[in-house]
């Protein structure tokens, strides 16, 4: 299977996206989804079946236009130059300069003077024909592939006011010298052919020509985030050679491998590895984390993140579409072209809309002339229900909230995997925090080498120190760290093996060592030579030491709670949520950590292997819950969570398995993402209702025949300005405020 992102040209509304959709999902091994918003169709296909030329000729076919993306980059922003809206906004000018006179002539009878309907119609003639001429053309497609969308209506109703009165003027009274007419808010019911409705058709035009172009700008704007994030990586970079000379090349041209140089003040080029220098590097671009980060040689740098301090040296580790920008990138442009299932719903509504909404209009048309009213007010009546029904509203409500939310979210560390995500945050009710690396710092200390009467402390610290030194666990390198620090170099191990949820163990000297805890449930041996009960008070974790079948001693680590968890739980709990601590450690050890923060309820000495059970229980128990995790063996309960979040300083597996990520590693961004996503249903909903109000309420009205069309006109058009500037709240989000 290969994905493909096309940007599409042309589209008019979310039925012309609902259109593209159907004809792409017709072809086989193909899966997509078309956004009216970002204006672009995430395609799933499948190669043996489909290219890619396929998908594009499929969209021509439909009428509209789409390209292959370029070799470049899929994720270039646009041109500064590349101004989408500037023959918009031309067309919007000479029309409104050609409407308004037509407009104030019609509805002041004092400015009429002879033959003042004459210069109407060789004014208004260009705003309906050209101005009008992009919504003329998409109904003329449509109309070929047999379908109806709002330029169907919007074309319909200006050509049928414009149609009626070029026939007033040369076929009834309406051209006669003297003819005078009032501006009416309500249609007039003696209306008929001495009247014309120029300024219906001029200015509805123009009116829906304005909300188009503030839409378009609008939805500039909601992009920006994610514009703002791309361009956030260096243009060029100084490479170091082999003999030590710089030469700046584009950033394009690096390569991994390649050793990069970083000056004060300048962004680094790519993800890499410090080489050389120590600095403060800034990540809060990508991390929203404002305090910068002490780095040392060894440790990874993110590409974009600013050099404060002194020179570095990097050697390149990933470049291109590999790194962690261009990643986080793609997770906002995915988020940002699925669809939640109330956009779905919108699609459903909107695809039976327009036909609906024709014969709504026709049979207005035909119930007022079966009346006996004038054939003028039946006339006005149809077009004022054909030009108040146009769904703009109703397909823009989700994608541009969507739109402005995730990519708000990315400015701040806030990573929204899918749209379906909005829908599970407003459920939860409980939340499982996994203690090592969540909750807690993550970085154990060695605090005490407790050694059994006949061993020494350095032949203990020694050999568990060589085992430890061969595993990843936080335990284990604390360890590994300590006995390294205070006796130099380590010996080999050998036969090293990890027993998942337990310890290590492997061969130093010729002896096998065991290091770790008794397995959950385990009792101590009755002749245990330590307390180790008495150990572990304060949080502290115990680690037995093992060789030759006895006990030789015990090691003493302790991790304690990052400065921000205690906070990020009581904003959790201000949100409705019922904090649980999680973890493989021994309950005294999770509930000295559990206090400390505010935790009341503690699941603890639980295997990785049993942690999605545990989740699986509480749901059983008629909880929603979101889980927060960070290592791999977190990644089957963030998998098994109603809602999966994962801390972005740990594992790519867990990254995978979650459907929000916290890039700055702060609990604190697990509230603001659930608030954020919650803020950005709730702005959905909004949008949804007045769009469904605006059309529900007014449609009766214009079919009763008091709304004018000009009115219904500037309606429309304020409807989907409205719901885009609703949208664009969300840009205001900022982290740790209050409110849901």
């Not at 799933?44 to 789409?66: K, N």
């Not at 829908?423 to 409980?430: N, Q």
Request: aromatic share 4%.
């Amino acid at each position: 299977m290969s994905r493909l992102e096309l940007p599409i040209t042309g589209m008019t509304c979310a039925a012309c996206a609902n259109r593209i959709e159907r004809k792409l999902n017709k072809l086989d091994g193909v899966s997509a989804s078309v956004n009216y918003a970002t204006e672009r169709a995430a395609v799933t296909y499948e190669d043996a079946t489909v290219g890619p030329e396929d998908l594009v000729a499929t969209i021509r076919a439909a009428g509209y236009d789409a390209a292959l993306p370029t070799s470049s980059s899929e994720q270039d922003p646009p041109a500064e130059t590349d101004d989408p809206t500037r023959a918009l906004r031309t067309r919007l000018v000479v029309s409104a300069a050609l409407a308004l006179p037509v407009l104030v002539l019609s509805m002041v009878p004092a400015l009429q003077f002879d033959d003042w309907q004459w210069l109407a119609w060789n004014l208004a003639t260009p705003v309906v024909l050209w101005g009008g001429w992009p919504f003329h053309r998409a109904a003329w497609l449509n109309l070929r592939q047999a379908t109806a969308t709002m330029d169907t209506l919007v074309s319909v109703g200006t050509l049928a006011a414009w149609t009626w009165s070029v026939v007033a003027l040369y076929a009834g009274d309406a051209g006669v010298t003297g003819m005078t007419m009032g501006f009416d808010l309500v249609p007039d019911r003696s209306a008929s052919l001495d009247h014309v409705y120029f300024e219906v058709a001029a200015v509805v035009v123009t009116f829906l020509l304005a909300g188009r172009f503030f839409e378009a700008r609008a939805k500039r704007r909601a992009g920006s985030a994610l514009a703002a994030l791309l361009e956030l990586g260096a243009k060029d970079v100084a490479v170091l050679g082999d003999d030590g000379v710089e030469h700046r090349v584009p950033v394009a041209e690096l390569r991994v491998g390649q050793r990069f140089v970083v000056r004060p003040g300048e962004r680094v080029a790519t993800d890499g590895e410090l080489e050389e220098g120590t600095s403060a590097v800034d990540e809060s671009l990508l991390t929203g984390e404002s305090v910068p980060v002490e780095k040392h040689p060894g440790d990874a740098l993110v590409g974009a993140s600013v050099n404060v301090g002194g020179r570095l040296v990097v050697r390149a580790t990933r470049v291109g579409a590999d790194t962690a920008l261009a990643q986080i990138a793609r997770l906002v442009t995915d988020a940002q072209s699925g669809k939640a299932p109330v956009q779905r719903l919108a699609d459903r509504i909107s695809g039976v809309f327009v036909p609906v909404v024709l014969l709504v209009a026709t049979a207005t048309l035909g119930f007022w002339l079966g009346a006996g009213e004038s054939a003028a007010f039946a006339f006005t009546a149809a077009v004022a229900v054909l030009i108040i029904a146009c769904p703009c509203a109703l397909g823009l409500a989700t994608p541009t909230a969507l739109l402005v939310g995730t990519g708000r979210g990315a400015q701040l560390g806030l990573l929204i995997k899918g749209p379906e995500v909005l829908e599970s945050t407003r459920r939860v009710d409980t939340i499982v925090l996994d203690k090592t690396g969540t909750v807690t710092t993550g970085r154990m200390a060695l605090l005490d080498v407790v050694p059994v009467p006949g061993t020494s402390r350095e032949e203990l610290l020694r050999r568990a120190g060589a085992v430890e030194d061969a595993s990843e666990h936080p335990i284990a390198r604390a360890i590994a760290a300590a006995a390294r620090a205070e006796l130099g170099t380590l010996p080999a191990v050998q036969e090293f093996a990890n027993r998942e949820g337990v310890g290590v163990v492997g061969r130093v000297d010729g002896v096998r060592v065991e290091v770790g805890r008794l397995a959950p449930g385990t009792a101590p041996p009755a002749d245990e030579p330590l307390h180790l009960a008495a150990l572990q008070h304060g949080g502290r974790t115990v680690v037995r030491v093992v060789w030759d079948g006895a006990l030789r001693g015990a090691l003493v680590v302790a991790d304690t709670p990052k400065d921000t968890s205690a906070e990020a739980v009581r904003r959790l709990r201000a949100l409705g949520l019922r904090p649980v601590l999680l973890t493989g450690d021994n309950r005294p050890t999770a509930e000295a950590v559990a206090a400390a923060v505010g935790i009341d309820e503690v699941v603890a000495e639980v295997l990785p292997a049993d942690k999605a059970a545990v989740i699986r229980r509480l749901q059983g128990e008629g909880r929603v819950v979101a889980m927060v995790g960070d290592g791999v063996n977190d990644a089957p309960a963030l998998a098994q969570a109603d809602l999966g979040l994962a801390i972005g300083t740990g594992t790519d597996v867990a990254i995978e398995a979650s459907d929000l990520t916290l890039v700055s590693g702060d609990l604190r961004g697990a509230a603001d993402a659930i608030r954020l996503s919650r803020r950005t249903l709730g702005t959905i909903r909004t949008n949804l209702f007045w769009a469904f109000a605006y059309n529900v309420a007014l449609i009766p009205v214009a079919a009763a025949g008091f709304l004018n069309p000009v009115l219904a006109g500037a309606a429309m058009a304020a409807s989907s300005v409205l719901v885009v500037s609703n949208s664009l709240r969300l840009r205001r989000f900022e982290s740790g405020a209050p409110g849901r």
